[in-house]
């Protein structure tokens, strides 16, 4: 068992940042690949960015490229999401979620243990 915490989430205006950050526990964190995931109100969860177990490769959507980054520091079992120039659609709960087997970093069916979420609002 996988537990996963997220935080930092809150409100913001447009061209705003956020940092996110996520705590897992229950596994070797440095062996974790990692995602974090959103769902705006009245769509499905959509794949944000994810980061394999070493930090070296990491994945993003075409909608938050050049944006966002995602980045982990396996010294404090935290990974991160810096999120920068924040539009009104990034709007949603945003998921960490921790990827065991093999499996595509962009599929919602390779990642086993999932957060209970954090609200990221930003304003026009």
């Known amino acids: 068992q996988v537990q996963v915490v997220e935080s930092g989430g809150g409100l913001v205006q447009a061209g705003g940042s956020l940092r996110l950050s996520c705590a897992a526990s229950g596994r070797t964190f440095s062996s974790l690949d990692l995602g974090w995931w959103r769902q705006a109100p009245g769509k499905e969860r959509e794949f944000v960015a994810a980061v394999n177990w070493s930090g070296g490769s990491t994945f993003y959507s075409d909608s938050v490229k050049g944006r966002f980054t995602i980045s982990r520091d396996n010294a404090k079992n935290t990974v991160y999401l810096q999120m920068n120039s924040l539009k009104p659609e990034d709007t949603a709960v945003y998921y960490c979620?921790?990827?065991?087997?093999?499996?595509?970093?962009?599929?919602?069916?390779?990642?086993?243990?999932w957060g209970q979420g954090t609200q990221v609002t930003v304003s026009s």
């Open positions: 979620a921790v990827k065991l087997y093999s499996g595509s970093y962009y599929s919602r069916g390779s990642y086993t243990y």
